[in-house]
């Protein structure tokens, strides 16, 4: 028995050890703020014309990759920096120049660079083990690539979570036709968190409640009754949907270039300024307003497109849009970057003196959007699959174009479209932005003549054990994507989740079919709000494999990418050797426990899983020297994960209970089982099971029933005439002041510890 309860409480302390092991060590040292930097350039006049040569000039940069040590939120935190700066410093280009980037890892782990948006060769694209070698420690490589394109773009580490780490930059390629001159600045918009990204996704695994807490999210029966949306929160969860959530992560700091607030002083009152803004978030959308008047779209993903005046403009995860700003007459007007879960922003002022504040975003209302979504046809949906066969669709999808008509430029070269000389400036009172407003200069149509080939996704998911896939299928299992070169492509992708989803093709600029017809924009990553339907398409005009994913980088990590594969074209040397390491990443196994220290006992329930399996443990031991443990091996089945079936072992050695010397069966036992779990609506687990002995049993349980914001209650029943009631209030992440009610044990109170 003492053995037993010294394993209990050595579980926490080998959890802890190993956290701190997989914790990277930084390098003892402040970080470096990037300082923006102002560029005269003019903006582009025409676009890049097909079949042109490419003479310029070489232009070299050495990037040293380091573990490093930051203070954003006022603690000291690990992070990875590129030349002692997070973001990363801006790489500046001209079209037409050779591009020579020698990346230098002094890191004790392998990393890399993915050049996000730019059109390269397949073997400089940066995602190791499938087209490019990973950066190993203490090594250096050397990527060498023509610029056929300008715009704004950025890069970023595609191994592991590192990109959350701090291991992203901005790219800046100017024009190679000189045109009118204005003043413009970069803005790298980025999420920071003081956790362990590996632990974030660890947390994110088990269903953690706290980031919900921090946020007000939970969205619990008491806010529920007390806001009077009772009754859609029992529909809601009788289609076994957990709470509802914009963001899956609650994130300490929102920054721009690196901090809170950035000024600009050097502007001038009444000038015209560009801004190049990038959203290399891990996983946050913003909302962007500017103090003194409206902003006016110029670029989307680094293509020249019809302006367009916004007074609010939402830029999703990896977007990059171009804007034009007046600098205010008088004063310093704020343009502020709101997280789409209005946790946060960050801000920069443009102007001298008197600061003009951007208007402030209300809180949002959960409740509502969960009424709004159940007052639609619901029928079919639930959340562990996310099958959303009933639900109309007539109001949420894009309106598609006309097919297209014809190809009038090579798809290599569309980063160069002309901006002209503003024709065509829309003067209608600005409103908020949408995807239907964004206009290409020119005629976008692909050539009718070439093969056509669709391609059907349906983005899906599961919150409750956080795996996110396309068809019900991660990276880990599915097949490739197979086109042909000289195809037309298209992509019908609908999302059949609960969450938004930026997506993202290597290597590929495609047409985003929207309102616009034939002017639909050039894109190379997009926005999939929930319920909706969109239409992709491309001339596939690459060799060898590209990656598609969804660029929130805890969901890409979960199980949502594919490869898209031209067929016939000799495998990247790097995919040969690589691709099945890649394909492992999505189903890594990751653990949790709660261990309850009470008064009359420990409880101890903990969990190692992975995408279809799960090693499950409860023990349960007294101070009086009574113990019993159940240990369940589960593999689920079914493409929505609702159904495991299980083998284990129950074993029980209750002294204290027999009375009269009589023997116990229920409470004296060792026995082989069997059975599967299954999930009932309002989120019930089920456990149907038949042991070595030909026992039969039926259990239900309810975990984590939220009642208030912090207050939670769990519940169990089986035929063996056993239950369990606890509640617990959570005091952090990892504490919980908790009590719980036993058949067999009784009342007890104390703590319970979450890992």
């Not at 290597?506 to 969109?534: A, C, L, W």
Request: proline share 4%.
């Amino acid at each position: 028995m003492k053995q037993f309860l010294f394993f209990l409480l050595l579980i926490p302390f080998c959890s802890i050890a190993q956290s701190n092991r997989s914790m990277q060590q930084g390098m003892d040292k402040d970080s470096v703020m990037q300082k923006t930097t102002t560029y005269n350039y003019p903006l582009q006049e025409g676009p890049t014309k097909p079949g042109i040569a490419y003479h310029g000039k070489k232009v070299e940069y050495d990037l040293y990759i380091t573990d490093s040590m930051v203070n954003f939120t006022g603690k000291r935190r690990h992070a990875i920096a590129i030349n002692g700066q997070i973001p990363a410093p801006i790489l500046e280009f001209t079209e037409g120049d050779t591009a020579i980037i020698r990346v230098h890892n002094l890191m004790k782990m392998e990393t890399s660079i993915h050049w996000h948006g730019i059109l390269l060769p397949n073997k400089e694209d940066g995602v190791p083990y499938l087209t490019t070698s990973p950066v190993e420690p203490g090594q250096t490589y050397t990527f060498t690539f023509p610029l056929i394109q300008s715009g704004t773009y950025w890069y970023h580490s595609h191994t592991m979570l590192q990109e959350q780490s701090g291991l992203y930059g901005s790219i800046v390629i100017h024009p190679a036709e000189k045109g009118p001159v204005l003043k413009e600045y970069v803005l790298l918009l980025s999420d920071w968190t003081d956790q362990n990204p590996n632990e974030v996704l660890r947390y994110l695994k088990r269903a953690g409640e706290w980031y919900a807490i921090k946020k007000g999210a939970l969205q619990s029966y008491g806010e529920a009754i007390a806001a009077g949306y009772l009754k859609d929160k029992l529909k809601q969860e009788w289609q076994r949907m957990p709470a509802m959530d914009v963001s899956d992560v609650y994130y300490n700091k929102f920054l721009m270039n690196g901090q809170e607030k950035n000024y600009f002083k050097d502007t001038k009152p009444g000038e015209v300024i560009r801004l190049r803004i990038i959203n290399g978030s891990a996983s946050s959308y913003f909302n962007l307003q500017y103090a003194n008047s409206y902003m006016r779209v110029i670029a989307a993903d680094g293509i020249n497109v019809s302006p367009i005046s916004v007074n609010k403009l939402e830029i999703a995860v990896a977007e990059t849009y171009d804007v034009l700003i007046t600098v205010p007459e008088k004063g310093a007007a704020e343009l502020r970057a709101t997280s789409w879960d209005v946790m946060g922003y960050s801000s920069a002022y443009f102007g001298n003196g008197t600061e003009m504040n951007a208007p402030d975003i209300s809180k949002l209302n959960y409740f509502k959007m969960m009424h709004e979504m159940n007052s639609m046809n619901m029928s079919g949906i639930n959340m562990g699959g996310m099958d959303m066969k009933g639900m109309d669709m007539n109001n949420m999808k894009m309106q598609p174009d006309t097919m297209p008509q014809k190809m009038d430029m090579d798809m290599r070269k569309r980063d160069g479209m002309d901006m002209g000389s503003m024709q065509g400036m829309d003067m209608a009172l600005p409103g908020e932005f949408n995807y239907n407003m964004l206009r290409a200069l020119q005629p976008t149509t692909l050539d009718p003549s070439l093969k056509p080939r669709e391609v059907k996704l349906t983005l899906t998911g599961n919150m409750l054990r956080y795996i996110w896939s396309f068809d019900y299928k991660t990276l880990s299992v599915a097949d490739k994507i197979l086109i042909r070169k000289g195809e037309r492509v298209r992509f019908v992708l609908t999302n059949n989740t609960m969450m938004r989803h930026p997506m993202h093709l290597h290597g590929h600029f495609f047409r985003f079919i929207n309102t616009q017809g034939d002017y639909s924009p050039m894109k190379h990553t997009f926005d999939i709000k929930p319920m909706e339907t969109v239409t992709i398409e491309f001339e596939a005009n690459e060799e060898q494999d590209w990656f598609f994913h969804c660029h929130i980088l805890y969901h890409m990590m979960s199980g949502m990418a594919r490869i898209v594969s031209y067929e016939g074209s000799e495998q990247n040397e790097f995919a040969k050797t690589g691709y099945k390491k890649l394909k492992k990443e999505d189903n890594a196994l990751y653990p949790w426990y709660d261990l309850s220290v009470h008064s009359q006992g420990a409880w101890l329930s903990g969990n190692i899983s992975n995408n279809k399996n799960a090693l499950e443990f409860e023990g349960r031991a007294t101070w009086k020297g009574n113990f019993e443990t159940e240990t369940h091996l589960l593999r689920y089945l079914d493409k929505k994960l609702f159904l495991a079936f299980f083998v284990g072992f129950d074993y029980r050695k209750n002294k204290t209970f027999p009375q009269f010397d009589m023997p116990n069966s229920k409470d004296n036992r060792h026995v082989f089982d069997a059975g599967f779990y299954y999930l009932l609506p309002l989120l019930i687990r089920s456990e149907w099971r038949v042991d070595n002995t030909g026992k039969l049993r039926l259990q239900l349980e309810r975990r984590d029933l939220p009642l208030s914001n912090n207050f939670f209650f769990d519940w169990r029943i089986n035929t063996d005439k056993e239950y369990t009631l606890s509640f617990r209030y959570m005091i952090a992440k990892s504490f919980s002041i908790s009590t719980n009610y036993d058949s067999d044990y009784k009342w007890g109170a104390g703590l319970t510890w979450h890992y």
